[in-house]
């Protein structure tokens, strides 16, 4: 009987040992430490299923149809682009319109702009993490407690339930892109849509 409580004592221990010495280390905290590299292409990887292409940088036509203005990428809707005349009357038929490039929106709340995400000081290059994570998180322009919400069709509601190591992630990846030096339209609320 005493060789059994022996044998039983020792696989218990042994167990133990081995469930603490295998434990991830970061485990305890929820947080994983990702090298420099690791997070820009973690970052790339979330930047492109997330679709922020889609809104945030031009699109020129190509033979296959439009495509990304790679020279502009992430610079949003660009200062310089021209949109012709709105017809508000659409409203009343449940349409919102968007910009050929996909830059700019109207709908009931006047017409928005993609802002621009590039490594610029016009973009998020002056931007700290938390600001980055204010603005996802609780749609916040320009990721100031203060300022306004972020207008539509800016998903922030989808994005507020990233982990902190994606936001991160996502943030080292744009600061690591090239500056697009454009300055974005100011939105236009829907009583001054001429």
């Known amino acids: 009987m005493k060789k059994v409580t022996i044998v039983l004592a020792m696989a218990a221990l042994t167990t133990t040992i081995l469930v603490f010495s295998c434990k991830n280390p970061s485990a305890d905290s929820g947080t994983v430490t990702l090298s420099q590299d690791s997070l820009v292409k973690k970052g790339a990887y979330l930047v492109s299923v997330m679709g922020c292409d889609d809104c945030h940088s031009n699109k020129v036509m190509?033979?296959?149809g439009p495509e990304l203005d790679m020279a502009n990428r992430f610079g949003g809707h660009l200062a310089s682009a021209q949109l012709g005349p709105i017809d508000k009357s659409q409203l009343d038929k449940g349409w919102v319109l968007f910009s050929m490039a996909q830059t700019a929106t109207f709908g009931p709340w006047g017409i928005s702009y993609a802002a621009n995400i590039s490594s610029s000081e016009h973009g998020i290059g002056n931007w700290t993490l938390d600001q980055f994570k204010l603005a996802l998180r609780e749609g916040?322009?320009?990721?100031?407690?203060?300022?306004?919400?972020?207008?539509?069709?800016?998903?922030w509601e989808g994005y507020k339930n990233l982990k902190d190591e994606d936001l991160e992630a996502i943030f080292t990846y744009l600061k690591s892109t090239p500056p697009v030096d454009n300055v974005v339209p100011a939105w236009v609320p829907i009583a001054e849509v001429k």
């Open 62 to 64: 190509g033979a296959q």
């Open 140 to 155: 916040k322009y320009k990721g100031l407690k203060e300022s306004r919400p972020l207008l539509p069709p800016m998903p």
